[in-house]
């Protein structure tokens, strides 16, 4: 299947940016390969279909302390997959970094194990759901703290250069699609969704029912 106009257009003008940040993310490999490879595939793994973000966000959603953020995060894994699953990757087509035999990027993802996806490359899906899901809660949360989910994101986006299955122009494009759906998810969970939804009690106990024996 032939690329799309909008694919070559980013292959021609990103070549140098993507092949620039691919080699020095693959520094890390050089440096110390035996422990950055399987931690930063256990970051990507955390990303695959989004299903370990949305279990956390659910799982916040039912505490009450936490609803908010868990809220604003399942609302922005949703803005960011349609954004990204059914409009732009259908629209810009974009091959894999990996398809092309011959190019700079085949023999670093066969080095990296040769890892293989389903769907396009523009932008970085697993990039979109981190930072969709970790912007709510930087803007949320105390910002003492809440800086360590960029660093999540961040990491994110990291993976799938090292691990050759996106270009570093995937990733940007994941961080600033991400990024919108997080800030957008973050108004609605503020401003839109009422204010006592975030007090109701999901599992409320219910009354204890029995005969009450009186002294004599």
Not at 22 to 48: C, N, R
Not at 66 to 83: E, Q, Y
Not at 163 to 180: A, N, Q, R, T
Request: net charge positive; aromatic share 14%.
């Amino acid at each position: 299947m032939e690329a799309s106009a909008a694919a070559m257009w980013l292959n021609t003008s990103f070549a140098g940016f993507d092949q620039a940040v691919t080699a020095a993310v693959h520094q890390l490999y050089d440096a110390a390969g035996w422990f950055f490879s399987p931690f930063l595939e256990l970051i990507s793994l955390m990303g695959k279909g989004g299903i370990f973000l949305i279990l956390l966000s659910l799982c916040l959603m039912f505490v009450k302390k936490t609803r908010r953020f868990g809220t604003a995060m399942l609302l922005g894994i949703t803005i960011g997959a349609l954004f990204t699953n059914l409009f732009i990757k259908v629209v810009i087509a974009r091959p894999r970094p990996y398809a092309d035999e011959t190019g700079f990027f085949y023999p670093l993802w066969q080095l990296m194990g040769a890892h293989t996806e389903s769907d396009k490359s523009f932008p970085s899906g697993h990039t979109t759901a981190a930072f969709a899901s970790m912007v709510p809660v930087f803007l949320l949360g105390k910002k003492r703290v809440s800086w360590l989910a960029l660093i999540f994101a961040f990491l994110m986006g990291l993976s799938r250069i090292y691990l050759v299955v996106h270009y570093p122009s995937d990733v940007l494009g994941g961080l600033i699609v991400g990024s919108i759906a997080g800030v957008i998810a973050t108004l609605i969970a503020s401003h839109v969704i009422p204010k006592r939804f975030y007090h109701m009690d999901f599992f409320q106990q219910k009354p204890k029912t029995g005969k009450h024996t009186s002294a004599a």
